[in-house]
């Protein structure tokens, strides 16, 4: 079964680090980018970056720019978050999903989702 | 940034009802377009990629349509399982953006 699991989210203080983690398994993992959304409760989906298939790439959105580090052990199966000088305002779910790069252009799998609140 | 809107942002309707939602981009997007479907305490779901195209699994009452800037994705039955948030999605340009939604109800 394709699938990816992530795990690490919980409460944090703001400007508070906090890593998360996405294992992928049933597919190819170093063949595909990889990528992760947040949800702010009660809000739509907010891509947050997504990393090359070797991690040479690497892609964020503005409002994490130089707090939140992506990477990926491709041995392992592993994605990773790094996420430093938390904020309010990243209080969300988080998802790893797979972006299919050749014909979807689109999320195609996702992890059910790891919750994270930055709060004091 | 890309920015896509959805209209409507939410509707109330019937099992059997045909359910049509449009989202627009701020530019061209070529047919980078995908639809998503999200269930409360759920991940998305991917539907249709490249504005037409049906994902494995999913059912052919859903369809989309659509280039440049404006598409549809259309529900030509609702069955029950469909009550959802239904999301597009750009992958013409980083940062990929989302719409911000679509409520469908039962009415």
């Known amino acids: 079964e394709v699938q990816l699991v992530e795990s690490g989210g919980g409460l944090v203080q703001p400007g508070g680090s906090l890593g998360l983690s996405c294992v992928g398994s049933?597919?190819?993992?170093?063949?595909?980018?990889m990528s992760w959304v947040r949800q702010a409760p009660g809000k739509g989906l907010e891509w947050v970056a997504y990393?090359?298939?070797?991690?040479?790439?690497?892609y964020y959105v503005d409002s994490v720019k130089g707090r939140f580090t992506m990477s990926r052990d491709n041995a392992k199966n592993s994605l990773d978050l790094q996420m430093n000088s938390l904020r309010a305002e990243d209080t969300a779910v988080y998802y790893c999903?797979?972006?299919?790069?050749?014909?979807?252009?689109?999320?195609?799998?996702w992890g059910q989702g790891t919750m994270v609140t930055v709060s004091s | 940034d890309i920015q896509m809107t959805q209209s409507p942002s939410s509707l109330s309707a019937s099992v059997g009802d045909r359910v049509t939602i449009t989202c627009r981009a701020s530019q061209t997007i070529s047919n980078y377009l995908n639809w998503y479907q999200q269930k409360p305490g759920k991940a998305p779901k991917l539907l249709i990629y490249?504005?037409?195209k049906l994902q494995s699994g999913v059912p052919s009452r859903f369809s989309g349509s659509g280039s440049g800037t404006d598409f549809t994705l259309t529900i030509s039955s609702l069955h029950p399982e469909d009550f959802a948030t239904y999301y597009c999605q750009q992958s013409y340009d980083k940062p990929f953006t989302f719409g911000p939604g679509t409520k469908v109800d039962i009415k």
């Open positions: 990393i090359k298939e070797d991690g040479s790439e690497k």
């Open positions: 999903a797979r972006y299919t790069s050749w014909g979807n252009d689109a999320f195609d799998i």
């Open positions: 049933g597919f190819t993992f170093r063949s595909y980018w």
């Open positions: 490249v504005v037409s």
